[in-house]
């Protein structure tokens, strides 16, 4: 029963939405990065709303994910019309 239980938190926790753009491996996959990008910054702005991190160290944190979600677009060689298609 512990292992149902922590599957459920996990699904809450870090829920996965269906890509619907054009399919190609390379947009699948930077749509996952994209959502974890999502995730953390939603963790990280509810960590400094609520006084754990400070608001510099907040957006240090951003700033670094931001970046490795640049270099993740690149990295898939990406075209852009690809992705607002």
Known sequence: MDNDNQIDKNNFLYQRYQYLGK?????????ANLQEF????????????????????????IELLWQQLTQSF????????DVTE
Do not use: H
Request: proline share 2%; hydrophobic share 25%.
């Open 38 to 61: 999502s995730e953390r910054v939603c963790y990280l702005c509810n960590l400094q709303t609520s006084g754990k991190i400070s608001s510099q160290e907040c957006y240090e944190e």
């Open 74 to 81: 690149k990295a898939l060689k990406i075209d852009d019309k």
């Open 23 to 31: 399919y190609t491996p390379q947009n699948l996959l930077f749509n």
